[in-house]
């Protein structure tokens, strides 16, 4: 009618809007304690969010921090892509496509293995491990059931079961390096079956002779 106006209210909610990512990766390579960081969200403000790890999808729940951002903690290594946030008014913002690849520490490097070989049978083996990394610890096994720990690991007394091939390997923050070999060679003592002489022709004759036989 005239003279008549209706007014109506429109709420216009933002679209949540993701400018950026940072990361970072697991500590070691036996937990899964790696971080992605979205950023450019409103602070304090919670948002679901939604992404892929692998091929496989992920969602939950996260509150923007002070900074406008949300963490996602808990991590693998791993690729992950298609990060999105949806705010409460279910708005969900453009797809940030990654990819952000988590990786674990680098191994140690391979380890020199040395040893005191050849040796013969009741002698003392010495085996040795040096790392350029720092700080590992050593994983020796080998021929009859042989394993250690040591850096410096021993056999005493050596026996012919304990020739071959001893393998060690470094760790360090659980990441193993790549194998280092050493062959060990152990002799048997010689044995003396049977000992036959002969006289001088002489008196004063020096062609005597002896023979060891088994040798």
């Avoid at 946030?85 to 453009?94: E, P, R």
Wanted: charged share 5%.
């Amino acid at each position: 009618a005239a003279g008549c106006s209706v007014t109506a209210s429109v709420t216009v909610n933002p679209t949540p809007v993701l400018t950026g990512s940072n990361f970072t990766n697991p500590t070691t390579c036996v937990t899964s304690d790696g971080t992605i960081t979205l950023r450019g969200l409103v602070a304090g403000q919670a948002y679901t969010v939604n992404y892929t790890f692998g091929s496989t999808p992920v969602t939950l729940v996260l509150t923007a921090g002070v900074s406008g951002s949300v963490t996602i903690t808990g991590l693998a290594i791993g690729t992950y892509t298609n990060f999105t946030v949806t705010n409460l008014s279910g708005c969900t913002s453009a797809v940030l496509a990654g990819p952000v690849v988590l990786v674990n520490p680098a191994p140690p490097t391979v380890p020199v293995a040395g040893s005191n070989s050849p040796l013969c049978d009741g002698a003392e083996l010495d085996l040795t491990a040096t790392d350029a990394t720092g700080g590992v610890t050593y994983s020796w096994a080998g021929p009859a059931g042989f394993s250690s720990t040591l850096q410096y690991p021993l056999i005493s007394p050596v026996h012919l079961n304990n020739a071959g091939t001893y393998t060690v390997t470094a760790s360090r923050l659980g990441c193993v390096s790549a194998p280092a070999t050493v062959l060990v060679v152990v002799h048997p003592i010689p044995a003396i079956t049977k000992v036959t002489a002969t006289d001088p022709t002489t008196c004063q004759g020096t062609n005597g002779t002896m023979t060891l036989e088994g040798l």
